[in-house]
């Protein structure tokens, strides 16, 4: 099912024509029509308030839309340690996080000896990852060339909308360097022939204000992400990174599995609330 077969059904399951949805998110009923017709796609911003008024969430929406698409991640660092821990989790795991939400589970990291070593012993096929160290081919790939750490509201919705389009995008929050990029498959061939003039032809998708992002490159960068974390999990009372987190609420792990990473993770106490959350929701 594609985003426009969803598009039609939710709608029709709410009670509105194309001319009525279209006048409630300001647009005309053209943009309604090619948007289930699969001639176009929802800008991002719309998504919010189309979600709301067809009565669903943003990522039921998308996921219903990318059934079908391939899509893979792909990790080009070797210029930092990946095991390094930033205040309760590897530094692996701020990157990991984002392709997980997104719903990309096989990631191919092209990083050093070292790296691989460590990666192969996290054991990370338990948290519902197919990791590979080879290229990709001939399928649609979000790339990460950098350690950042990136955080904000809406991230998720943002990686889907790119995901969406089909197109070559660099995401870039504000004022800042791109983070991800998103290659369609046909494309991977420039990417990996010449980089230098592929990264020229990119469209930029601007995130907008009130997002995080943060180099942890180098340890005193580090700690700056480390200091942001530690304030926000202790504050707020949420996890930033957990993959254990992630995969418990994908289904990918069970109670008592998740009971063990309670027991062997520094964010123990913290999981456990996720278990309970769950229980009472």
Known sequence: MHTGD????????????????????????????????GLSLPDV???PKLALLLDTDIEQLLSR????????????????????????????????????????????????????DYLKSLQLTALGFDVRFDRPEEKNVMLLTHPWFLFGSDLTEQF????LTKRMLKVVPANQEPVFFFIPGDMLAMYYS????????L???????????????????????????????????????SLEEIAYKKGLINDKQLD????????????????????VG
């Open 260 to 279: 063990g990473y309670c027991e062997k993770t520094a964010y123990g106490e913290l999981l456990r609330r996720i278990k309970g959350e769950l229980t």
């Open 65 to 116: 839309s990318m059934e079908e698409e391939t899509w893979a991640g792909l990790i080009e660092i070797d210029n930092c340690d990946l095991s390094q821990i930033v205040y309760d989790k590897p530094l692996v795991y701020y990157l990991l996080m984002h392709y997980s939400l997104a719903g990309i589970n096989t990631i191919h990291f092209q990083t050093s000896e070292q790296n691989e």
């Open 203 to 241: 469209n930029k998708r601007d995130l907008g204000r009130g997002m995080i992002c943060l180099d942890m490159s180098d340890h005193d960068r580090i700690l700056d992400v480390a200091m942001f974390v530690r304030t926000y999990q202790n504050n707020v009372g949420l996890l930033i990174g």
């Open 160 to 163: 889907r909308g790119a995901m």
């Open 45 to 47: 911003a719309l998504l």
């Open 194 to 201: 010449d980089k230098k003039r592929f990264f020229k032809r």
């Open 6 to 37: 969803a598009i039609r059904e939710y709608r029709e399951r709410a009670g509105f024509s194309q001319k009525t949805l279209a006048k409630a998110l300001h647009i005309t009923d053209k943009a309604v029509s090619k948007w289930e017709r």
